[in-house]
């Protein structure tokens, strides 16, 4: 081998390691992407073990049915109550087709309530039932603040316009007195209103949007209903999710999910909506640091600082506190009158 020739190997070797070496870079400096599944093997190559007909009805999947839509039902404790009496019983279709096009005072949310005359339950109207009397209600407060004057004549107005069509008579309450009793549900809920969140910040590479999705759902998470959030749902059905876990909806509407760049995320506790009795802040807290030490990255407040071991601590004993004074007010957290307030 000549000389000349060696040297052309040789420089060959080195712009390959150079190149080699610029690709790895490239990849190193490029958000992390999710790992694939390696296809399933081919048909021929397994044996699969013959099933007899029962067998195979044994082992086809149970078809659940979709969950019953949770409907708010009208509570004293943070509704005020306006009773409308009817002349004689009316059918859940006719008061339907007559409820008034949004149920919402400004922005508190009003219900329509009827007595079922054969169960003699209070509950919303449906179809195949009669009802002999009818009740409207209107949310006293919520995360918008306290009911005010021209929310509660609003309430008055779409209600009154209700009870003249199906013939019902209404009994309002006192406007000033629900004014003010909303004003103190409003100042003694407002201190208790409680969501813990944490930023998730990669230490290092960013992450894609498919990356940051795969590593979420080794832990639970599948997407929420809104682009950027994903959620882990509750035990029973149609209960809120426990945590969400949100991104950029900007990069979660990307039209390719592994370019889309993502560096931080968020996770929140929402307090009032899921019970003490299933631990959601030990849940919180575990699923911050697994996800960071999934992802390389590092739990950090509000300023930037990290998130230590000693403030989740002291952040768990502060929250037995608040869980004891919703539970003073008849608004324990997980309850149907706390979620509709702290909503």
Wanted: aromatic share 6%; charged share 20%.
């Amino acid at each position: 081998m000549t000389l000349t020739t060696a040297l052309w190997i040789v420089g060959g070797l080195v712009l390959l390691a150079v190149a080699v070496q610029g690709l790895l870079a490239a990849r190193r400096a490029g958000p992390r992407r999710p790992v694939l599944a390696l296809p399933a093997p081919e048909a021929h190559d397994r044996v699969e073990p013959a099933l007899d007909h029962q067998e195979a009805q044994d082992t086809q999947p149970e078809l659940r049915p979709p969950a019953p839509k949770r409907v708010p039902r009208l509570d004293a404790l943070i509704d005020a109550i306006a009773p409308l009496a009817l002349e004689s019983p009316v059918t859940g279709e006719f008061i339907l087709g007559h409820l008034p096009a949004t149920r919402r005072a400004g922005s508190k949310p009003f219900y329509i309530e009827g007595l079922d005359t054969e169960l003699g339950n209070w509950e919303p109207p449906a179809p195949g039932r009669r009802y002999g009397e009818l009740q409207a209600g209107v949310q006293l407060a919520g995360r918008s603040g306290a009911l005010n004057q021209i929310e509660y004549s609003e309430f008055v107005q779409k209600v009154q316009g209700f009870a003249e069509i199906v013939g019902a008579m209404p009994d309002f309450p006192d406007m000033l007195d629900v004014v003010a009793r909303a004003r103190e549900l409003d100042g003694l809920t407002s201190p208790l209103d409680a969501q813990l969140t944490v930023t998730l910040r990669s230490n290092a590479v960013a992450w894609s949007v498919g990356y940051l999705q795969q590593a979420a759902g080794r832990h639970g998470f599948v997407p929420g209903a809104v682009p950027g959030r994903l959620v882990l749902p509750g035990a029973d059905d149609g209960a809120p999710p426990v945590l969400v876990l949100a991104f950029d909806a900007q990069a979660a509407l990307a039209e390719d999910a592994q370019q889309a760049v993502v560096r931080s995320c968020t996770l929140t506790l929402d307090v009032p909506q899921t019970p003490e009795s299933a631990e959601p802040f030990p849940l919180w807290h575990q699923s911050a640091r697994a996800l960071c030490d999934d992802m390389d990255a590092t739990p950090v407040d509000d300023a930037g600082q990290p998130v230590t071991l000693h403030a989740f601590d002291a952040i768990g004993r502060d929250l037995g506190q608040l869980y004891r004074q919703l539970e003073a007010l008849d608004l324990a957290a997980g309850s149907a009158a706390a979620r509709r307030l702290f909503s």
